[in-house]
């Protein structure tokens, strides 16, 4: 059975450095062709990638918070830590991970999300 | 705005057939898979669709993807009340460093 978990802070001050960290079991990202992503739904608004690190280590960002964003993984703990830099009231949102298998091409099982507010 | 544009919202009754529609270019949906997902609020997103007309297994066959040039379509027969959702189509963008991208979703609605 595949799960995924996000896990983190609900509330971040403005200016802080958000770091989150996916739990994920039932796969591994020793595999050749997995990777993990996240992504992020902010109130009212659409589903936006952010990050995703394959099993060979590379790592692909979102342009738009290029600079911001840095994904690593943890194989032995089976964890992916998403760290995004000067949070700002615009990054309040859920914020999802998901597994990506080279077969499938994109997610296929993602984790329930975990809801950040950033306010002061 | 998303890079991949989709009509906000669509609907039928119970039986009835819907398409929707999720419109790119040719750095996305033109040169690379389209993929759909069904999200409840609440919930995880679920993928009904990968590279761009195959369904996963456990989803039903009353799912349908396609595309043709840089425009993709989500194909549901047979509406059912559960199908009541926001649905994403999503593509690889080759532009700039490359990137996924989603479109800003469709709400159906079963009447």
């Known amino acids: 059975q595949i799960t995924l978990k996000e896990s983190g802070p609900t509330l971040v001050k403005p200016t802080q450095t958000l770091t989150l960290t996916c739990t994920f079991s039932?796969?591994?990202?020793?595999?050749?062709?997995?990777?993990v992503g996240w992504i992020r739904q902010a109130p009212g608004k659409a589903l936006e990638w952010l990050a995703i690190i394959y099993s060979d280590d590379v790592a692909r960002y979102s342009p738009s918070l290029w600079g911001r964003v840095t994904i690593t993984k943890d194989t032995s703990k089976n964890q992916v830590v998403l760290t995004m830099t000067s949070m700002d009231p615009a990054d309040t949102a859920t914020y999802y991970c998901?597994?990506?298998?080279?077969?499938?091409?994109?997610?296929?099982?993602w984790g329930q999300g975990a809801l950040v507010s950033v306010s002061s | 705005q998303s890079i991949l544009t989709q009509p906000p919202s669509a609907s039928g009754t119970p039986g009835q057939s819907v398409t929707l529609s999720c419109s790119g270019s040719s750095s996305n949906i033109g040169s690379n898979s389209v993929y759909w997902y069904q999200h409840l609020p609440g919930t995880a997103p679920k993928l009904l669709i990968y590279r761009t007309d195959q369904r996963p297994s456990g989803v039903p066959d009353r799912f349908s993807g396609s595309k043709s040039g840089t425009s993709a379509s989500l194909a549901i027969t047979g509406l059912r009340s559960e199908d009541e959702a926001v649905y994403y189509c999503?593509?690889?963008?080759?532009?700039?460093?490359?990137?996924?991208?989603f479109g800003g979703g469709a709400k159906l609605t079963v009447l």
């Open positions: 999503a593509s690889w963008d080759d532009s700039l460093t490359g990137s996924w991208v």
């Open positions: 039932g796969f591994s990202l020793t595999t050749t062709g997995v990777g």
């Open positions: 998901a597994r990506n298998p080279s077969i499938i091409g994109l997610f296929d099982y």
